[in-house]
C-alpha cells in the first residue's frame, strides 16, 4: 500500500504525514512533503541555499508560510 508523503508506515490517526529531506549538495535538492503534498522543493521553486523552513497551523495543517534562510552568506 502507499503511504503519504512516500513513508514507510501510515501515521496514526490525529497526526499528520510529513517527510523532510535534506538534499545532497547541489546534487539533489531538499523538499517538505506534508499530508502528501510537496510543499517545498526545487521544482515549485521555493527552495534555497541554507535552512528551508514551512510554517504550517498544527491543528488544521493549513499551510501558513515558506521561506529560505542563507546562513552561510549572512
Same mark, same amino acid.
Given at each position: 500500500?502507499?503511504?503519504?508523503?512516500?513513508?514507510?508506515? !501510515?501515521?496514526?490517526? #490525529?497526526?499528520?504525514?510529513?517527510?523532510? =529531506?535534506?538534499?545532497?549538495?547541489?546534487?539533489? @535538492?531538499?523538499?517538505?512533503?506534508?499530508?502528501?503534498?510537496?510543499?517545498?522543493? !526545487?521544482?515549485?521553486? #521555493?527552495?534555497?541555499?541554507?535552512?528551508? =523552513?514551512?510554517?504550517?497551523?498544527?491543528?488544521? @495543517?493549513?499551510?501558513?508560510?515558506?521561506?529560505?534562510?542563507?546562513?552561510?552568506?549572512?
Amino acid at each position: 500500500p502507499r503511504h503519504k508523503c512516500g513513508n514507510q508506515k !501510515s501515521c496514526a490517526q #490525529n497526526y499528520f504525514a510529513f517527510k523532510i =529531506i535534506s538534499g545532497a549538495a547541489n546534487v539533489v @535538492g531538499p523538499s517538505i512533503c506534508f499530508e502528501d503534498l510537496v510543499l517545498m522543493s !526545487s521544482v515549485k521553486n #521555493n527552495i534555497g541555499r541554507g535552512l528551508n =523552513i514551512a510554517l504550517v497551523n498544527g491543528t488544521s @495543517g493549513q499551510l501558513l508560510k515558506t521561506n529560505a534562510f542563507d546562513m552561510y552568506s549572512g
